[in-house]
Each structure stands twice: as structure tokens, then as C-alpha cells.
């Protein structure tokens, strides 16, 4: 089960950082992504961490997004600063128990495990 949390409504230039509480499987054992979804937008990568720990981010997104993992909560966060208008978005995580270790996760078509989300909603 993943669980998404840390969403609200923040204003422009904000930081925040999100939360995926991982049960039921080992987050070190897995892949973990991060991904959002605007209204009448298509889904899209925001960044990841394979099971070996190496991070990777969308070129859009590198340098605003800070992915971490915490073997021993079981928690991978996203840490999003400067936040703007169009990041308004639900924001999920998701997992993929087969990605090999040291497998690119960015590139991957292979999350199975959802969470149901949480909405940013920055303001201007």
C-alpha cells in the first residue's frame, strides 16, 4: 500500500515537501516514482529512486525536485521548491517491485502500485 501526503494549498514561490508511506513491501526492495496529473493533462514522470538508491528526475523538473528515501520509515518524499501556478497537480506515488536493481526507473512503464494521491494547489 503506498499513501500519499503533504498536499495543500500553498502560494507561488512556496516550498513543499510530500510524503509516500510504503506497507506491505520494503521500499529498498523497489522502485518508487513520483508523478502528477493536472486537470485535462495527460500523467506525467516527475522523479524516481531505484532499489539500488540512485535518483532520477524529468529534464523539465531537475533542479526544483529533490527525491529521498527512508529505508527505515519506509517513506520516499518529494521535496518541491519555488513552487508555481501551473505545479498545481495531484501528485502520487507509485512502485514497481520487478524493476532490476540499478535499472533507470524514470524511463519505466512497469508501476503497478498506486496511491490515491494528493492535490497541490499553488496560488499566484
Known amino acids: 500500500q503506498l499513501v500519499e501526503s503533504g498536499g495543500g494549498l500553498v502560494q507561488s514561490g512556496d516550498s513543499l515537501r510530500l510524503t509516500c508511506a510504503v506497507s506491505?513491501?520494503?521500499?529498498?526492495?523497489?522502485?518508487i516514482g513520483w508523478f502528477r496529473q493536472a486537470p485535462g493533462k495527460q500523467r506525467e514522470s516527475l522523479s524516481c529512486?531505484?532499489?539500488?538508491?540512485?535518483?532520477y528526475y524529468s529534464h523539465s523538473e531537475k533542479g526544483r525536485f529533490t527525491i529521498a528515501r527512508d529505508d527505515a520509515k519506509g517513506m520516499v518524499y518529494l521535496d518541491v521548491k519555488n513552487l508555481k501556478p501551473e505545479d498545481t497537480a495531484v501528485y502520487s506515488c507509485?512502485?514497481?517491485?520487478?524493476?532490476?536493481?540499478?535499472?533507470?526507473?524514470?524511463?519505466?512503464?512497469?508501476?503497478?502500485?498506486w496511491g490515491q494521491g494528493t492535490q497541490v494547489t499553488v496560488s499566484s
Open positions: 507509485a512502485a514497481d517491485l520487478l524493476l532490476p536493481p540499478g535499472n533507470d526507473c524514470i524511463n519505466n512503464n512497469g508501476y503497478y502500485y
Open positions: 506491505g513491501f520494503r521500499v529498498e526492495l523497489s522502485a
Open positions: 529512486v531505484n532499489s539500488n538508491g540512485d535518483t
